[in-house]
Nanobody, 112 residues
Framework: QVQIVESGGGLAQPGGSLRLSCAVS????????MRWSRQAPGQLRELVAR???????NYADSVKGRFTISRDNAKRMVYLQMNSLKPEDTAVYYC??????WGKGTLVTVSS
């Protein structure tokens, strides 16, 4: 069974930075695309960033230029570096192996 565990959430000030981490327990990690999604209160979950098995990345327009997704296949880890944070980035952030397996999420709050 695949386990996905996010960490790194917390409180950040507007304009600040946070780095989310995601640990994935699958031996064939390197062949899968990985995603970060988020869900704000009262809103639908939205895809934030995706990285494929070759390291190609895609971003939602709302985070393009501010967030960076990366992966370390040797460690089976995925990261989301979030810079220039805005209050509207406040949400629970989820890591997923494509859309198949999901973590429980980590809360990011951006507030002064």
């Amino acid at each position: 069974q695949v386990q996905i565990v996010e960490s790194g959430g917390g409180l950040a000030q507007p304009g600040g930075s946070l780095r989310l981490s995601c640990a994935v327990s699958i031996s064939t990690f390197s062949i899968y695309g990985m995603r970060w999604s988020r869900q704000a209160p009262g809103q639908l979950r939205e895809l934030v960033a995706r990285i494929d098995s070759r390291g190609n990345t895609n971003y939602a327009d709302s985070v393009k230029g501010r967030f960076t997704i990366s992966r370390d296949n040797a460690k089976r880890m995925v990261y989301l570096q979030m810079n220039s944070l805005k209050p509207e980035d406040t949400a629970v952030y989820y890591c997923s192996l494509e859309s198949e397996y999901w973590g429980k999420g980590t809360l990011v709050t951006v507030s002064s």
